[in-house]
T-cell receptor, first 116, second 113 residues
Framework: AQSVTQPDIHITVSEGASLELRCNYSYGATPYLFWYVQSPGQGLQLLLK??????LVQGIKGFEAEFKRSQSSFNLRKPSVHWSDAAEYFC??????????????FGKGTKLSVKP | DVKVTQSSRYLVKRTGEKVFLECVQD?????MFWYRQDPGLGLRLIYFSYDVKMKEKGDIPEGYSVSREKKERFSLILESASTNQTSMYLC????????????FGEGSWLTVV
């Protein structure tokens, strides 16, 4: 069965510093991969997604993610963090590539705090 | 913009009560989902539906049921609420098939006392 691991529960970075959030997945083939963001008290919003092709994916709000098949990873990056990026970030994998009905398996999330 | 609306943001219910959480989407999506979110556990799928009157169990269906009588509406039902069902509940919708963006509502905070 597919699974998603986000090794970091909580990360604190200074405003203006670079950010990398880690995500590892377990799946036999190339999966559909997603990153979502959740601001406090809100629902989740899609940042970016990967299906195939170019392994570097650009998303909204200046985020990007790189798919590395050899490492089964899909890490999220941002070159310069803004205070408004403080939120919880979830990596997700499609539950059944090919035969999927569209439901996702989510990681447990990484909470990002931003220091002034 | 896609809009997924959860009618109740905050609810407080008593143990044993029957609870209805309502969700409506305005994008004619075939798929609809109910997730439960708890600190440190991420999002866990309770039920999903890929068509009217169709439903599939997710990872944690025990204690819950769902109803989808119309395409735009997906209801989560707690037949007899218990304190361990205190949680944030998220409704979502998407087009059919794999790889599509799932759109989330803002969530319903349920406290069972």
């Amino acid at each position: 069965a597919q699974s998603v691991t986000q090794p970091d529960i909580h990360i604190t970075v200074s405003e203006g510093a670079s950010l990398e959030l880690r995500c590892n997945y377990s799946y036999g083939a190339t999966p559909y991969l997603f990153w979502y963001v959740q601001s406090p008290g809100q629902g989740l919003q899609l940042l970016l997604k990967y299906f195939s092709g170019d392994t570097l994916v650009q998303g909204i709000k200046g985020f990007e993610a790189e798919f590395k098949r050899s490492q089964s990873s899909f890490n999220l990056r941002k070159p310069s963090v803004h205070w408004s990026d403080a939120a919880e970030y979830f990596c997700a994998v499609d539950n059944d590539y090919g035969g999927s009905q569209g439901n996702l398996i989510f990681g447990k999330g990484t909470k990002l705090s931003v220091k002034p | 913009d896609v809009k997924v609306t959860q009618s109740s943001r905050y609810l407080v219910k008593r143990t044993g009560e029957k609870v209805f959480l309502e969700c409506v989407q305005d994008m004619d999506h075939e798929n609809m989902f109910w997730y439960r979110q708890d600190p440190g556990l991420g999002l866990r799928l309770i039920y999903f539906s890929y068509d009217v009157k169709m439903k599939e169990k997710g990872d944690i269906p025990e204690g819950y049921s769902v109803s989808r009588e119309k395409k735009e509406r997906f209801s989560l039902i707690l037949e007899s609420a218990s304190t361990n069902q205190t949680s944030m509940y998220l409704c979502a919708s998407s087009p059919p098939g794999g790889g599509n963006t799932i759109y989330f509502g803002e969530g319903s905070w349920l406290t069972v006392v």
